[in-house]
């Protein structure tokens, strides 16, 4: 089980919007609006005036607030120091991960390059991850989870699994977990367990037969190409 820090507050669009117009329209009776803090979790209730919203002890700036609303494709931490986009880049690949709101109450999803992780169009990434595993029930026995990504699946097999094991290659998407509220099950449940590995090299330790169900849902084939070879998927047979 992996400890992490508590999670600042984070504010979207969605929650930067009402503030800034609470704050405009200057009514006395708008002292506070209610709004989550934990990418639609729960709600809470905010206290703003003219200079801003006060937010856990922080002043949040209408400037900043503006610049969050600009930027609407980001989460941004509430800190002593400022708002803070939630993002990595990884130098030895160049690549660069983005933790991006889906909707007011939904969870986000993330980008990888640009890429967007999740389905986002027609549904948001929870019933994404629902419609994935509605596939497979029943989910029992041991499960391989091959991307975890924001670990929303390995969450939802492990409602009925005995035992996850969910790969991720990459440090930065984990730490995108850490930061994610919709994420925190990935390192509390004893249930789940997080490889830091490649799986196109994993599964070449796992024995054969000893898997029950194994969940494959990677990035696109110019991120991962290995993870869509037939000796990969050969390999997902014998386990």
Not at 14 to 41: C, N, Q
Not at 212 to 229: E, F, G, K
């Amino acid at each position: 089980m992996t400890t992490i820090k508590k999670i600042p507050p984070i504010l979207t669009v969605y929650s930067a919007k009402p503030l800034l117009l609470a704050i405009k329209k200057k009514k006395a009776e708008a002292k506070t609006v209610s709004i989550s803090l934990d990418l639609g979790m729960s709600l809470e209730e905010v206290n703003i005036n003219e200079g801003g919203a006060h937010i856990h002890g922080m002043l949040v700036t209408c400037t900043e607030l503006q610049k969050i609303i600009k930027n609407n494709t980001s989460c941004f931490f509430c800190t002593p120091k400022g708002i803070q986009k939630i993002h990595f880049f990884d130098e030895d690949s160049s690549t660069y991960f983005k933790l991006v709101p889906s909707g007011a109450r939904t969870p986000p999803t993330f980008e990888i390059s640009g890429i967007r992780m999740h389905v986002t169009k027609s549904m948001d990434p929870m019933r994404d991850t629902k419609e994935k595993i509605k596939t497979i029930k029943p989910i029992k026995g041991n499960v391989l989870d091959c991307c975890m990504g924001l670990g929303y699946t390995a969450i939802a097999a492990a409602k009925s699994a005995k035992r996850v094991t969910t790969c991720e290659f990459n440090l930065a998407v984990i730490e995108l977990c850490k930061c994610n509220p919709w994420s925190q099950e990935l390192f509390s449940n004893p249930k789940i367990t997080i490889k830091h590995d490649d799986v196109f090299d994993l599964v070449d330790g796992i024995p054969s037969w000893c898997i029950n169900t194994v969940i494959h849902d990677p990035p696109s084939y110019s991120i991962a190409p290995n993870l869509y070879t037939k000796e990969f998927y050969k390999n997902l047979h014998r386990i």
